[in-house]
């Protein structure tokens, strides 16, 4: 309602990553979100997220992400650019992108330690005008101002397995 923030996730989401901290120009990632795990922590709102009004989920059930253009901005601080698609609408989008470092952790598969696994973390944050997705529900409120802004802001927690090791 214009006064705060809603902050909401998507319970399934699959991917993969090419990195290479040494040779960045070789790095990319393809993203697929379920649109039909959207959860905000209230029903009624998750159902009308899910509709037409919005991402009408029967219709498009994935967003999808597909970045290859990385700008290194200082060591651990990136870009990397590709294209968002929402509502079968896309768009370019760039990313903020903070590498968090890499690390060896126990990798278990069904209850059996399988051995160490490399690890990466890294946190990405973009900015979107709804507008430009097709999504343009709104209504307004008592005093004129509307129950849904029009920028949605975007942050993206990565921790990334090695097929490798």
Do not use: C
């Not at 994935?62 to 870009?79: A, M, P």
């Not at 698609?85 to 992108?97: D, F, S, Y």
Request: aromatic share 8%; no cysteine; hydrophobic share 35%.
């Amino acid at each position: 309602m214009m006064v705060t923030s809603i902050r909401g996730h998507f319970k399934d989401v699959r991917g993969s990553l090419v990195f290479d901290p040494d040779d960045l120009t070789k790095s990319s990632t393809d993203v697929t979100i379920d649109t039909r795990s959207l959860w905000t922590g209230e029903t009624a709102r998750d159902a009308h997220l899910r509709s037409p009004d919005f991402l009408d989920v029967e219709r498009f059930p994935e967003i999808t992400f597909r970045g290859d253009r990385v700008t290194v901005l200082s060591e651990n601080e990136y870009e990397l650019g590709g294209e968002l698609t929402i509502k079968g609408v896309t768009r370019p989008t760039m990313l903020q992108v903070r590498y968090l470092g890499k690390w060896r952790t126990p990798w278990v598969e069904d209850g059996v330690n399988k051995g160490l696994r490399t690890r990466a973390g890294f946190v990405a944050t973009t900015e979107i005008n709804r507008h430009d997705f097709g999504i343009t529900w709104s209504a307004t409120i008592e005093n004129g101002g509307l129950v849904v802004g029009n920028t949605v802001t975007i942050t993206i927690d990565v921790e990334a397995v090695s097929d490798g090791d």
